[in-house]
């Protein structure tokens, strides 16, 4: 399995970041630097050049640096890939996108498989049950093409339905026949989604107890589990008929009630949900314990070596998770890009062979040598 890794990014007008380009470490980088001078801006400008969208929620305008004259945002990067090299190019302005692979324009970039690991999303996932399987199904769908068009024709027929629910008016005849195709493309696709999820979780459980013993060493049981109103082996008649068996109640509500798409994904610590059981501190290391078993689960099954972008981790763990972490990554021979305001843990970064550390002071980023 060779390495995926960036070996350079050039980044202009892109949020803060004073245009630059930048030689990276196929190993260990370090963005070190004071809150708020742009050491996230530095891993979404490296997301955005891998898959065409930003890792946090705004819009393209919020991506470009303000100023009275330009309107567009450049990034370009090289990569390598099972040994092969090859480069992105991307203009983006408020209406265009202008993208580039290989000095080819292309609407479609390499494919490379990146992940990001940011320990204060860990609320909004215990919070939200929409953001724990939105979780599961952005893994899934990274690396799984099947699934990720089973999700998508499962998800306009759903919202079709929804809408047919809410709006119809005319005979019953043909508000039955609608909503009768709706589900069957919604049994079709739902019997993919649940298989896989089911499969998914499964392999991924014993990557998930090892790596919350390597990095957090505590003696607790951890697992992740998938809820759903359907058994593995469920066949698309039966989803059909739980569909069609709540019409009535459904149009009442004027909402399609129940199905796949309100399954549940939960972290159980000793077998007791973790977000109403764990402590802060339990939740967030079994949330991060969950995104770093998904970098071994692609590593793994996949035979994928992912670019892991780890924002901020430090303030999270205690001197000796730390240090387990570092070791962790070194094992894990993946290109690492890890920022930090704790000068202490950037020492400790430095020293690992073959790293390489960066300053960013409002906006300006500086190797450090």
Do not use: W
């Not at 990034?75 to 000095?103: A, C, P, W």
């Not at 970039?109 to 399987?133: G, T």
């Not at 303030?315 to 704790?342: H, P």
Request: aromatic share 12%.
């Amino acid at each position: 399995m060779s390495k995926t890794y960036l070996e350079n990014i050039y980044v202009e007008n892109f949020r803060n970041l004073a245009e630059s380009k930048i030689e990276f470490s196929k190993n260990i980088n370090c963005i070190s630097g004071n809150n708020g001078n742009g050491k996230t801006n530095l891993l979404e400008a490296i997301y955005y050049s891998i898959y065409k969208k930003s890792f946090r929620k705004n819009t393209k305008e919020d991506l470009i640096y303000k100023s009275d004259n330009e309107n567009y945002f450049v990034l370009k990067t090289n990569f390598y890939k099972e040994g092969k090299k090859f480069n992105h190019s991307m203009k983006i302005r408020d209406n265009e996108k202008q993208i580039y692979v290989n000095n080819q324009k292309n609407k479609r970039l390499e494919k490379i498989k990146s992940v990001p690991i940011n320990p204060y999303d860990s609320h909004l996932f215990y919070a939200n049950k929409k953001m724990r399987r939105d979780l599961i199904d952005n893994f899934i769908s990274d690396y799984d093409s099947i699934y990720k068009k089973s999700l998508s024709h499962f998800s306009k027929a759903l919202r079709s339905r929804n809408s047919i629910i809410q709006k119809y008016i005319g005979p019953e005849s043909e508000f039955l026949r609608q909503i009768k195709v709706y589900d069957e493309i919604i049994a079709e696709n739902g019997q993919v989604l649940i298989k896989k999820r089911y499969e998914f979780i499964k392999e991924l459980n014993p990557i998930l107890e090892q790596t919350f013993k390597e990095i957090f060493r505590e003696p607790i049981d951890l697992k992740i589990i998938y809820e759903s109103k359907f058994s593995k082996d469920v066949n698309k008649s039966e989803i059909y008929n739980f569909y069609q068996s709540d019409i009535s109640k459904d149009r009442m509500v004027k909402s399609t009630r129940r199905g796949i798409h309100l399954d549940d994904i939960n972290i159980l610590l000793n077998n007791k949900y973790c977000h109403e059981y764990g402590s802060i501190g339990q939740q967030k290391v079994s949330f991060l314990s969950l995104l770093f078993s998904y970098v071994g689960y692609l590593q793994t099954h996949e035979k994928i070596t992912p670019i892991l972008l780890i924002d901020d981790i430090s303030g999270e763990l205690d001197s000796l998770c730390l240090d387990n972490l570092l070791k962790y990554l070194e094992r894990k021979q993946v290109q690492v890009f890890i920022t930090t305001a704790n000068e202490e843990f950037a020492k400790r970064l430095n020293n690992i062979l073959g790293s390489k550390h960066y300053v960013i002071d409002q906006g300006n980023i500086t190797e450090l040598h």
